[in-house]
């Protein structure tokens, strides 16, 4: 029974150390009304979920999947199940820049700040 309970310890141990990062971009161009900030939250396996907010309320938020065929270590490609929501994650020298088309709105944004982890 002791060495059920380390292998838990140990089990949780690792998964907390895997933490999710958070990051906000501040949108630049949309064309869905009052879109102000892009909210990035990764989860610990390959997917993250994508919010876009405006005054203060959410306006959208989707969960997305990490594409692996579509995707390289500068682009990032993240798409919904219903595969309608694409979200690129742009790396570069500066840091990271976000885009995310629908069918409905398509939201582009400049340099992402890393919030938490």
Do not use: P
């Not at 002791?2 to 630049?28: D, E, K, P």
């Not at 490609?77 to 629908?102: C, M, P, W």
Request: with cysteine; proline share 0%.
């Amino acid at each position: 029974m002791r060495a059920f309970g380390l292998i838990v310890m140990a089990l949780v141990a690792t998964s907390t150390s895997f933490a999710a990062a958070s990051y906000r971009c501040v949108v630049t161009e949309s064309d869905l009304g009052n879109a102000e900030v892009v909210t990035l939250v990764e989860d610990c396996k390959d997917g993250l979920t994508m919010s876009i907010s405006g005054h203060g309320e959410t306006l959208v938020s989707k969960a997305v999947k990490y594409d692996w065929q579509n995707s390289d270590e500068q682009v990032k490609l993240f798409k919904s199940s219903d595969r309608k929501t694409l979200v690129y994650i742009q790396k570069n020298h500066v840091g990271l820049t976000a885009e995310v088309h629908d069918v409905n709105y398509m939201v582009r944004t400049n340099y992402c700040q890393q919030t938490g982890w």
